[in-house]
């Protein structure tokens, strides 16, 4: 027993004086978000804040119009939209109709269901595709605002807006993984 513990004690002597170096390797704890992550959701917060901001300054100064730029207003009724629609959204993500995709926007999943109504394709057509314009109107204004995200990779930072709004699905919504399979959340 001794004899072992000799020859690995030597091991490590001589490994520690050799100029080996050895290599942690990288972790990553998940849960924690990535400098990209805070700065795409950080921007999209700011924009939401905006838009409640902006809501309160014309109730309060009854003030018909404020004066924003054209790119801010477009991004605003965007969000806007994005609101007044939530509700038939998730209706439509908890009945399975619609799902998340895994490049941040709605996908209509088909069913029996919607092949015997036209009446309500239509209806889930217009508003995911309305969805699905907003989110592209307020993903290119993140990217727009940061400087540093107009050299990054479109699909990393779609990806995270997808993680977003997968993780804002109600329960029971379809969620794309990255493979593409689709999973009930």
Same mark, same amino acid.
């Given at each position: 027993?001794?004899?072992?513990?000799?020859?690995?004690?030597?091991?490590?002597?001589?490994?520690?004086?050799?100029?080996?170096?050895?290599?942690?390797? !990288?972790?990553?704890?998940?849960? /924690? &978000?990535?400098? %990209?992550?805070? *700065?795409? +959701?950080?921007?999209?917060?700011?924009?939401? $804040?905006?838009?409640?901001?902006?809501?309160?300054?014309?109730?309060?100064?009854?003030?018909?119009?404020?004066?924003?730029?054209?790119?801010?207003?477009?991004?605003?009724?965007?969000?806007?939209?994005?609101?007044?629609?939530?509700?038939?959204?998730?209706?439509?993500?908890?009945?399975?109709?619609?799902?998340?995709?895994?490049?941040?926007?709605?996908?209509?999943?088909?069913?029996? !269901?919607?092949?015997?109504?036209? /009446? &309500?394709?239509? %209806?889930?057509? *217009?508003? +995911?595709?309305?969805?699905?314009?907003?989110? $592209?109107?307020?993903?290119?204004?993140?990217?727009?605002?940061?400087?540093?995200?107009?050299?990054?990779?479109?699909?990393?930072?779609?990806?995270?807006?997808?993680?977003?709004?997968?993780?804002?699905?109600?329960?029971?919504?379809?969620?794309?993984?990255?493979?593409?399979?689709?999973?009930?959340?």
């Amino acid at each position: 027993m001794c004899k072992h513990s000799c020859i690995l004690i030597g091991l490590f002597l001589v490994l520690l004086g050799s100029e080996c170096s050895i290599k942690a390797p !990288e972790v990553r704890v998940t849960g /924690e &978000k990535t400098s %990209l992550e805070k *700065e795409v +959701v950080g921007t999209y917060q700011e924009m939401e $804040e905006d838009t409640w901001m902006i809501a309160s300054t014309r109730a309060v100064s009854g003030e018909g119009e404020l004066k924003i730029s054209p790119e801010k207003r477009k991004v605003l009724e965007a969000l806007q939209e994005q609101k007044f629609n939530k509700d038939d959204i998730d209706e439509f993500k908890r009945s399975g109709m619609v799902g998340e995709n895994r490049e941040g926007f709605l996908e209509i999943r088909t069913s029996k !269901e919607l092949e015997e109504d036209p /009446e &309500k394709i239509k %209806l889930i057509q *217009e508003i +995911v595709q309305e969805e699905n314009k907003n989110r $592209e109107v307020i993903m290119e204004r993140v990217i727009e605002l940061n400087s540093s995200l107009k050299n990054a990779n479109r699909e990393e930072i779609y990806s995270i807006f997808a993680k977003v709004n997968q993780d804002n699905s109600p329960s029971g919504s379809w969620i794309q993984q990255a493979d593409g399979s689709w999973v009930k959340k």
